[in-house]
């Protein structure tokens, strides 16, 4: 059965982002957020480096469970969106993620104990800061894409096979993606295709559309359609794990969500990365 290869630090596991960094990213993430869409995303990346650390990581320290990239794309340029690391120096593993981690000092809203709020500091680990400005150059950055991923499969072919999640809010200014897209789903490992996930994001945060098995579903939005299209069919364990958890998918769902809020973009961002990695104990 293909996409069953457990990661081990003979055959990691290798998980890529592409991160739309346009200007109209930096809209508010709903009426009454002060949280803009870059906001939200780059929080949602920091909380799953964080968990994958803590998943990789044994009595000895953080082993080599994972190999990571995390691109930004805006304007004309396609860069490296984890911080103190370039583009040519992508994908790093994760204990390379887990050594240049920025502390943040924040605060959080929590209960008082007496029925009441109050602010209380917190510090938290950042790799991916807020960026946004210019346009959308999505083709661009899926060509770039293809070229880390082929790299990392031709020398991790029995690993279980690269996981890639795009997350955009808005339609390529620089042509067509739907061409790059299946160049890098053709990729693949003995384990399976390489596995391209797509996740829309909305400031209005109307009801998300997740894990669609038709296009003909969506609203007549050719972007939407497309994006679809660009998705990667859901293998079995995914169909699987997304019926247990009550959503309504089947044999022809593809790994999509449109016009996904906050809490949709951490659920789909959870289900692409987590969901069939099986780490041995090797």
């Given amino acids: 059965m293909p996409y069953n290869q457990p990661i081990d630090r003979r055959n990691p596991g290798m998980l890529i982002f592409l991160l739309d960094q346009s200007q109209s990213m930096r809209r508010p993430w709903g ?9 939200g995303t780059a929080d949602a990346i920091n909380h799953l480096l964080s968990n994958f650390i803590i998943k990789s990581t044994r009595d000895e320290g953080v082993r080599h469970y994972f190999d990571i990239a995390v691109l930004g794309y805006r304007g004309i340029t396609i860069e490296s969106a984890i911080t103190l690391k370039t583009l040519d120096q992508l994908p790093i593993s994760i204990t390379e993620i887990a050594d240049i981690a920025h502390i ?12 009441g709020l109050v602010e209380k500091p917190v510090k938290i680990k ?3 800061n807020p960026v946004s400005e210019g346009n959308t150059p999505m083709c661009d950055a899926l060509n770039k894409c293809y070229d880390i991923v082929s790299q990392w499969t031709s020398a ?4 279980f096979p690269p996981i890639v999640i795009n997350i955009t809010d808005g339609e390529a200014t620089d042509g067509d993606p739907e061409p790059n897209a299946e160049r890098i789903k053709e990729l693949r490992t003995s384990d399976g295709n390489v596995l391209l996930f797509n996740i829309h994001i909305s400031p209005s945060s109307p009801k998300p559309l997740a894990y669609p098995t038709d296009e003909e579903t969506l609203p007549d939005d050719e972007f939407a359609k497309r994006l679809f299209r660009m998705s990667s069919s859901l293998p079995e364990v995914y169909v699987n794990r997304l019926t247990t958890d009550g959503y309504a998918v089947g044999d022809s769902s593809r790994g999509f969500v449109f016009n996904a809020d906050l809490v949709a973009l951490i659920n789909a961002v959870d289900v692409g990365t987590q969901t069939a ?6």
């Fill in 126 to 128: 950042t790799w991916v």
């Fill in 31 to 39: 009426s009454d957020s002060t949280r803009t869409l870059s906001q």
């Fill in 156 to 159: 991790h072919q029995s690993s």
């Fill in 104 to 115: 943040e000092d924040r605060t959080q809203i929590v209960e008082d104990g007496t029925g």
């Fill in 277 to 282: 990695f099986h780490i041995e104990a090797g």
